[in-house]
């Protein structure tokens, strides 16, 4: 069982931009893929960006070129570096670790944490 914390959210204005953390109690080293979501109010949940063990990296194409994704192994952190802000992208941001089991994959989450821009 992967716990995750996630913290940086916060209010800001359009054109800001902010820094998401997710410390895992474990090493990510091991995990398969580590990622960032997120759900905005009355819509489903959706890929924001994600970066497997070996570093290759994924992202929607509604943030590329804006948010980037990045990882502290020493440290068990996913960050989120989010630029160029939109109001478009308030939600809850959730982080999220997954992992290639024998027979089955497994998902963990965190608690989530909000992001609200401004316009």
């Known amino acids: 069982q992967v716990q995750l914390v996630e913290s940086g959210g916060a209010l800001v204005q359009a054109g800001g931009s902010l820094r998401l953390s997710c410390v895992a109690s474990?090493?990510?080293?091991?995990?398969?893929?580590m990622g960032w979501y997120r759900q905005a109010p009355g819509k489903q949940r959706e890929l924001v960006a994600t970066?497997?063990?070996?570093?290759?990296?994924n992202y929607a194409d509604s943030v590329q070129g804006r948010f980037t994704i990045s990882r502290d192994n020493a440290k068990n952190t996913v960050f989120l570096l989010m630029n160029k802000l939109k109001p478009e992208d308030t939600a809850v941001y959730y982080c999220?670790?997954?992992?290639?089991?024998?027979?089955?994959?497994?998902?963990?989450w965190g608690q989530g944490t909000q992001v609200t821009v401004s316009s």
């Open positions: 970066m497997t063990s070996r570093g290759s990296t």
């Open positions: 474990e090493s990510i080293f091991s995990i398969n893929a």
């Open positions: 999220n670790a997954h992992r290639i089991g024998v027979i089955q994959d497994y998902d963990y």
